[in-house]
Nanobody, 121 residues
Framework: QVQLVESGGGLVQAGGSLRLSCAAS????????MGWFRQAPGKEREFVAG????????WYADSVKGRFAISRDNAKNTVYLQMNSLKPEDTAMYYC??????????????WGQGTQVTVSS
């Protein structure tokens, strides 16, 4: 069982940047695909970005393409989400989770506590 901890969220003005981290506090996800998801108030949780086990393949929701970049450092057992050119509509609680296969937009396993990203206009 892998326990995940998200961090790096905060309050930022539109156009700003944040870097989120997802670390395994227990176990490892170095050999599995991972993804970032978010949930805004009144909306369903949605896929944001995914990355395969090696970090060589990434995929994104259309709404964040060109602005966000997912990466990983398997030696540190950590997945990152670099968020640039943030928009108010990016405001949400951000979560990481395992995903089943490359290009998947569904999560597997348990979620961490999430990290809040708030973008002001």
């Amino acid at each position: 069982q892998v326990q995940l901890v998200e961090s790096g969220g905060g309050l930022v003005q539109a156009g700003g940047s944040l870097r989120l981290s997802c670390a395994a506090s227990r176990g490892t996800f170095s050999r599995v695909a991972m993804g970032w998801f978010r949930q805004a108030p009144g909306k369903e949780r949605e896929f944001v970005a995914g990355i395969d086990w090696s970090g060589g393949t990434t995929w994104y929701a259309d709404s964040v393409k060109g602005r966000f970049a997912i990466s990983r450092d398997n030696a540190k057992n950590t997945v990152y989400l670099q968020m640039n050119s943030l928009k108010p509509e990016d405001t949400a609680m951000y979560y990481c989770a395992r995903v089943p296969v490359v290009n998947a937009r569904r999560a597997l396993g348990s979620w961490g506590q999430g990290t809040q990203v708030t973008v002001s206009s």
